[in-house]
């Protein structure tokens, strides 16, 4: 039998990338990602479909015209490709839709995921005004979840795939983009708020706590942001988060942590200020960095039915 | 031959993935972080365009803060001499569902308004016609006029009051529970329906 090896002996490098980006992932952590991904999705759709016309279409607030005038050489959408007619725009609304429940379900994951990311890019393109942070959350996890194994486990495909069917394994190296990309984000804004006066010298917090458009949905203490030492600390708690856990998560000691620490300033965040999902598909982004044991872990908290065990390699982690 | 291809492929697909990989990565990094160089930048955001992968530096609420607060109002008059209000909602009154779906709308008020927005402002009257059940049919709307009025968040930089001897005090903090204090409405926009 003819032996392939990796490479000479000494070429630590590349074992090291082989390792780090091609060791077989759990698809259970891939599977959890689409789910989160397109129920969000779903939930996005339902917020915007009562104004449907009013923020996409040809008689709306933006023109069709506007739209492409607004748009840069490279950008595109298909809604300005097709004809403009509010009938055409229900149509591709529901046509996303139904992709986006197909990538929930996981019914021919990969060719719906492509379907949802074009649309996602179509209707950003659209109607620049009312888009934001998370709907170019949305567009990086959807672009990266078209190569993942998401349909592996915990789906249609699963279900309808024919017994003793051998699949490929399935390579790490799209959630460890994910995983960096999470990172890159907190690290962007991180670096982004250090040259900033009001985050160095500490009183960031106290300028967002009086904007009453994005804070204070919920009840919150009121000496939390009323007092200059705590506002202190929470704004450079902010940072400190921002520039630390993408960093120390990479490590096995720091790891979860690290992810408590997201989740628990993500779900903070989410509280005290109406950033619509933006927290939650972070959070989704987040689950990149779980493991085989993790979800073994927390399949023991949950009933068997309701959450799987698989029995697969160990993680990229 | 089919066996020679059976064994090559796994290795195209693999330099093939390092590739992608490589070139990922420095486009994000190029992309997202604030040190990255300019010039590289713009030579990776025609691929990431086209692909739809752009993303920008996470610059939120950073690297300055928003300093002030802002309301819209409207008066809408009708060609019988009717006239009627409208503004937007006071955000922190609004309901958790309420602040939860109407977040497009608040993002779209936010940005529809900027000057340089101005070739959207028809289109924001309209808006504003059609999400007030007015008195009167849509079709009889005469004339909208737009004012926007903002309330500036006290600069805690910037003392604004002094002692008999002429020191600086510290600046009072203002509760984030007190509403904002808004200064005098300005006119924005008016549209004419003929």
Not at chain 2, 132 to 148: A, E, M, Y
Request: glycine share 6%; aromatic share 16%.
């Amino acid at each position: 039998m003819r032996e392939t090896t990796a490479g000479p002996p000494g070429n630590s490098l590349f074992h090291l990338w082989r390792r780090f980006f091609h060791e077989p992932v759990d698809p259970r952590v891939c599977a959890l990602i689409r789910i989160g991904f397109a129920a969000l999705v779903l939930v996005n759709l339902a917020a915007w479909y009562p104004n449907l016309d009013l923020w996409f279409g040809p008689e709306g607030v933006v023109s069709p015209q506007q739209a492409s005038d607004s748009l840069g050489p490279y950008d595109w959408s298909v809604l300005l490709w097709l004809p403009q007619s509010s009938v055409v725009l229900h149509v591709c609304f529901w046509v996303f839709a139904a992709q986006a429940a197909c990538v929930l379900l996981g019914l021919f994951t990969r060719i719906n995921t492509i379907g949802v990311f074009i649309w996602l890019v179509s209707f950003e393109h659209r109607n620049e005004l009312i888009i934001d942070s998370e709907d170019v959350v949305f567009r990086l996890v959807g672009f990266l979840l078209i190569f993942m194994p998401a349909g592996y486990v915990w789906s249609l495909d699963a279900r309808f795939r024919p017994r003793g069917a051998v699949l490929p394994p399935a390579s790490g190296w799209t959630v460890r983009l994910l995983q960096i990309q999470m990172a890159v984000i907190f690290l962007s804004a991180a670096l982004t708020k250090m040259q900033g006066e009001p985050w160095v010298d500490g009183t960031a917090m106290y300028y967002v706590a009086r904007l009453d458009d994005y804070f204070g949905r919920f009840p919150a203490p009121r000496f939390m942001f009323d007092t200059p030492a705590l506002v202190a600390l929470l704004t450079w708690s902010v940072m400190i988060v921002e520039f630390t856990v993408p960093i120390l998560v990479w490590f096995k000691e720091t790891r979860l942590p690290c992810l408590a620490l997201a989740l628990l300033f993500h779900v903070g965040c989410d509280y005290t200020m109406n950033l619509f999902l933006f927290h939650w598909i972070m959070l989704v982004g987040w689950m990149a960095f779980l493991t085989p044991h993790d979800l073994d872990r927390l399949a023991r908290l949950l009933p068997g039915r309701y959450f799987p065990r698989s029995r697969v390699s160990e993680g990229p982690i | 031959m089919v066996n020679g291809n059976r064994q090559i492929w796994p290795t195209v697909r693999l330099w093939a993935c390092n590739t992608f990989i490589v070139f990922f990565v420095a486009m994000m990094f190029l992309d997202a972080l604030p040190f990255a160089p300019q010039k590289l930048g713009d030579l990776v955001d025609p691929v990431q365009r086209v692909v739809g992968i752009n993303q920008g530096s996470w610059g939120m609420f950073a690297p300055e803060t928003d300093t002030d607060n802002f309301r819209l109002s409207a008066e809408i008059e009708y060609r019988d001499g009717t006239v009627a209000t409208w503004s937007t909602p006071e955000w922190r009154k609004q309901s958790y569902w309420e602040s939860f779906l109407g977040v497009r709308e608040h993002e779209y008020l936010e940005n529809v308004t900027e000057l340089h927005r101005r070739a959207y402002w028809d289109q924001f009257a309209d808006y504003i016609v059609k999400r007030h059940p007015g008195p009167r049919p849509d079709s009889d709307v005469k004339l909208v006029k737009i004012w926007k009025q903002f309330a500036e968040i006290p600069d805690l930089r910037v003392p604004v009051e002094t002692d008999d001897e002429g020191n600086p005090l510290p600046v009072k903090w203002q509760s984030w529970v007190e509403p904002p204090e808004f200064e005098e409405r300005s006119p924005l926009y008016g549209r004419r329906y003929y």
